[in-house]
């Protein structure tokens, strides 16, 4: 039992389940949670609204948006549209344009999480004092259960930290009045890849760096090359070194190996950590890792054999909403279980929404490294859809098991990549063959073709080395179209 001076002081209060924050894995553990009983509390630091709402998915597809369809002008002359060069892209107004969106969608989600948790919300900073204690101002909450669902937030390095005021990230990057006529994009993963290509599309003069070898979460090495030329092609990227930044005067030096560069202001995306300012895990009892974090079990969202349970972002296992969703979704069906049930998770799906789109979904390139597949791939150079958008570059590869033709993965570098993304997804959770595949109608010219022809490219690969059969003519017609 909690014995400070403070706990006697304070105003107390016993419920059933106490969830740390109000975001898309605490929401979804409340809806859990109500089933079963109404002696609950929901606990928010606020701002109210999710991180995709307010900071994350929706202002930046706003954003990317608009950077699309001005950048779609340079195809205007081609087409036999005149005038492209009289358009101009009013930055502050754009701006304005994605605020209001996001606040629509944001005043949406406070409405909804109001309405979920009732007089039940609590708005203020929660300090975890024991496995059963959380102070939140001056009430000290008694649960027998919690659920951490708290989020995170975006990694600065401490050294930057002094020139914090020229530093941008999606925390504050919608709220600029205007734009800096030059930047530096620090991290080339999917929020820097998207935002870069987007800010540089609407007249910002863009240069991209990462440590890495790769883009926007990409492992296979072809795919990336593909990707890398897409993007160099927009605006200069430097790969394989870190970056250093140093003020001087009212600009920034980035060096990273032989390139120096001087912007006005970086837009810092290198990855977030978990949001666990005083919160107190600590006061748990158990072992934290280095980001701060008690060890919990995935399936189950447990942390040890604690009446605690932990969702959502923080756990930085799979940082984007629908994982979110499904985590809170098994803590709220756990926490006041018996016993805590192991749940089977969805097949990874990843989307980048740059130009082309990237999408990752099953088993990746590298993850299969030991294992033996066959691969199916398909350029898009030749795609008649993406020819006549003209959007015709991009590379898809499917992953298969060698021997009975199971789909288990596939990377993708390629317009309409976020629909080809989730077929593919919920045919690795159905476990189907890449003959199975071959069954679906495809509809001429659609991006689905391509998807057809890398189908076809495994199953012949396949079907040399003895393994599945290409489908009967009814099934699957295997010629390109005549057109």
């Excluded at 001005?70 to 492209?84: D, E, K, M, N, V």
């Excluded at 440590?211 to 593909?226: F, I, M, R």
């Excluded at 604690?306 to 969702?311: E, F, G, K, N, S």
Aim: aromatic residues 4%; hydrophobic residues 40%; proline residues 6%.
């Amino acid at each position: 039992m909690y014995t400070h001076q403070s706990f006697i002081a304070s105003m107390k209060r016993h419920v059933k389940v106490a969830i740390i924050g109000a975001g898309s894995a605490g929401i979804s553990a409340l809806r859990q949670v109500k089933k079963t009983t109404e002696d609950y509390v929901l606990i928010d630091k606020g701002p109210l609204g999710t991180t995709c709402a307010r900071v994350g998915c929706m202002p930046s597809k706003a954003l990317i948006q608009v950077a699309r369809d001005f950048h779609r002008r340079r195809l205007f002359a081609q087409s036999g549209i005149t005038g492209p060069e009289h358009l101009a892209c009013d930055i502050p107004a754009v701006l304005r344009h994605v605020r209001c969106l996001r606040d629509r969608f944001t005043s949406g989600m406070v409405q909804a999480i109001r309405s979920q948790a009732g007089d039940r919300l609590l708005v203020g900073r929660a300090k975890i004092l024991d496995v059963h204690h959380i102070q939140v101002d001056d009430l000290i909450i008694q649960a027998d259960h919690i659920i951490i669902a708290v989020g995170a937030k975006p990694d600065v390095p401490k050294a930057w930290r002094r020139f914090a005021d020229r530093i941008l990230t999606n925390e504050n990057l919608f709220e600029q009045e205007t734009l800096p006529p030059r930047m530096a994009v620090i991290g080339l993963g999917p929020e820097g890849l998207e935002l870069g290509q987007a800010l540089n599309r609407l007249g910002v003069e863009v240069t991209g760096f990462t440590s890495g070898e790769t883009l926007g979460g990409l492992s296979d090495p072809e795919v990336n090359a593909v990707v890398r030329k897409a993007i160099a092609s927009e605006f200069p990227i430097h790969l394989g070194s870190p970056a250093e930044v140093e003020p001087d005067g009212d600009t920034l030096v980035v060096r990273s190996g032989r390139t120096t560069v001087t912007v006005d202001r970086l837009l810092l995306a290198i990855g977030s950590t978990p949001d666990l300012d005083d919160l107190g895990l600590e006061n748990l009892g158990v072992s934290l890792d280095e980001r701060g974090l008690p060890a919990y079990d995935a399936r189950t969202a447990q942390v040890g054999d604690l009446p605690v349970y932990i969702a959502g972002d923080v756990t930085g296992c799979r940082p984007v909403l629908h994982e979110a969703l499904d985590e809170g979704h098994i803590a709220g069906l756990n926490v006041l279980a018996n016993v805590a049930e192991a749940y089977c998770r969805r097949p990874a799906l990843r989307i980048v929404f740059c130009e082309p789109q990237l999408v990752m979904a099953g088993r990746s390139f590298a993850q299969l490294q030991n294992t033996e597949i066959t691969i199916g791939s398909i350029s898009f150079e030749d795609e008649s859809r993406a020819v006549i958008e003209g959007t015709n570059e991009g590379l898809l590869r499917l992953y298969v098991e060698a021997v009975s033709g199971l789909l288990l993965g596939m990377e993708a570098a390629c317009p309409g990549a976020e629909h080809l993304g989730h077929v593919l997804a919920l045919a690795i959770q159905q476990r189907m063959t890449v003959s199975d595949l071959l069954q679906m109608p495809f509809y001429h010219p659609t991006a689905e073709e391509a998807l057809r022809a890398a189908l076809l490219d495994a199953a012949q690969k396949l079907h040399v080395g003895g393994g599945s059969p290409l489908p009967a003519l009814c099934g699957s017609c295997p010629e390109p179209p005549l057109c």
